[in-house]
């Protein structure tokens, strides 16, 4: 018999595993007993942190959020935050097609996932400057269009097309550096090594 799990762990565990599941087989593809499972608890341990499988959903969002504005946070150039934030896209694939599928579904998840974005958007405005002065218009256009591009190259969208991976990370390495200052961009793109391939 496995040792007993340390007090308040729980849900915690509960989150961990439900986003090895999302990632893996989708929000459609799994149920609460086998988050539970995964965490290593009984089934019916899931509901005592979760009213159901949306809000652990809803939970993990959260996580991923949290882990894109500590991206954007501690990236040094306009290449490390694209291919910081494209490498966690392309990581949660599955997981973010749920989420597009549950945005349109459920206005919980569409609630949760706009108080998000403001989060995101407050990150960058807090780490490039000029994305700061931009009207509240042009940083939603800015975020989605972002948000949408790096889906559209995790998703094969791109290279179905002909477009190379290289000429759309250089797409959203431009989108990052034209937020920056100009002295900073310009140092950038002398400074920094350019990546061929995120």
């Known amino acids: 018999m496995p040792p007993p799990k340390p007090r308040g762990e729980g849900r915690s565990?509960?989150?961990?595993?439900?986003?090895?599941e999302f990632d893996t087989v989708g929000y459609e593809g799994t149920n609460s007993n086998a988050i539970a499972r995964r965490a290593g608890y009984a089934p019916q341990t899931f509901y005592r942190h979760f009213r159901d499988k949306l809000?652990?959903?809803i939970a993990v969002?959260?996580?991923w959020t949290d882990e894109e504005i500590g991206f954007i946070a501690s990236a040094s150039t306009a290449e490390e935050i694209a291919a910081a934030i494209l490498a966690q896209h392309r990581k949660s694939r599955i997981f973010r097609r749920s989420l597009?599928?549950?945005t349109v579904r459920?206005?919980?998840?569409?609630?949760?996932r706009a108080t998000s974005r403001?989060?995101?958007i407050e990150a960058t405005c807090r780490r490039l400057p000029n994305y700061a002065r931009l009207p509240r218009a042009?940083?939603?256009?800015?975020?989605?269009?972002f948000e949408r591009l790096c889906d559209g190259l995790v998703e094969g969208d791109f290279k179905?097309?002909?477009?190379?991976?290289?000429?759309v990370f250089r797409l959203l390495v431009d989108e990052v550096r034209s937020s920056l200052p100009a002295t900073n961009a310009k140092r950038l793109r002398k400074g920094a090594p350019r990546r061929s391939n995120p």
């Open 118 to 120: 403001d989060r995101q």
């Open 160 to 167: 179905r097309l002909g477009v190379a991976e290289r000429d």
């Open 106 to 112: 459920h206005p919980e998840m569409a609630k949760a």
């Open 100 to 102: 597009r599928d549950l």
């Open 138 to 145: 042009d940083q939603v256009a800015r975020l989605l269009t």
């Open 61 to 63: 969002y959260e996580q």
């Open 55 to 57: 809000e652990v959903f």
């Open 13 to 20: 565990a509960l989150i961990a595993a439900a986003r090895k």
